[in-house]
């Protein structure tokens, strides 16, 4: 929710971080050179049959065909591209430099804005990707330039 607010408000011990989104099994399965499908089969049971598999998929793609739909009808009547939200999913954030486990990435609010998410303040003391100790903790840093070459 927090792209959809006019202001958007960090406080001093909160953070904001990404680490996916509906569209990001697109990405991962663009990245990979496999179809859709082939994607969402890694998320399947390990024990099961391949027609409960089949239709573990098949459930999936209509499943994720109504929600990813919803999700980028909510990107386009924001105004946003939804790029923050998917650029480092995979293994693509476990390979980045100072990675420790983190449970996503995050970005500056200079990059926030960069990205489409403007009126963003933090009341914490100096800068919020720099100072904020929940930030250095559980996210990576990442700059809207390399968000968006990764999709690229």
């Known amino acids: 929710?927090?792209?959809?607010?006019?202001?958007?408000?960090?406080?001093?011990d909160a953070f904001v971080g990404w680490h996916g989104n509906e569209r990001?099994?697109?990405v991962l399965a663009?990245?990979?050179?496999?179809?859709?499908?082939?994607?969402?089969?890694?998320?399947?049971?390990?024990?099961?049959a391949p027609e409960?598999?089949?239709?573990?998929?098949q459930e999936f793609l209509r499943s994720i065909?109504?929600?990813?739909?919803?999700?980028?009808?909510f990107y386009t009547q924001l105004g946003l591209n939804d790029a923050f939200a998917v650029c480092a999913v995979g293994d693509v954030l476990e390979k980045r430099p100072g990675y420790a486990g983190?449970?996503?990435?995050?970005?500056?609010?200079?990059?926030m804005a960069r990205l489409g998410l403007a009126q963003t303040v933090y009341l914490g003391e100096g800068r919020y990707e720099k100072d904020?100790?929940?930030?250095?903790?559980?996210?990576?840093?990442?700059?809207?330039?390399?968000c968006l070459s990764l999709l690229n």
């Open 30 to 48: 663009a990245r990979k050179g496999v179809s859709l499908a082939d994607e969402l089969g890694g998320y399947a049971p390990k024990d099961v």
């Open 65 to 73: 065909a109504v929600t990813r739909k919803d999700e980028a009808d």
């Open 24 to 26: 990001q099994f697109e």
């Open 102 to 111: 983190q449970m996503g990435w995050g970005f500056s609010l200079a990059d």
């Open 132 to 146: 904020s100790s929940r930030f250095r903790q559980h996210l990576v840093p990442l700059s809207a330039d390399e």
């Open 52 to 57: 409960e598999r089949a239709a573990f998929v």
């Open 1 to 12: 929710m927090f792209p959809a607010g006019r202001a958007r408000v960090i406080r001093a």
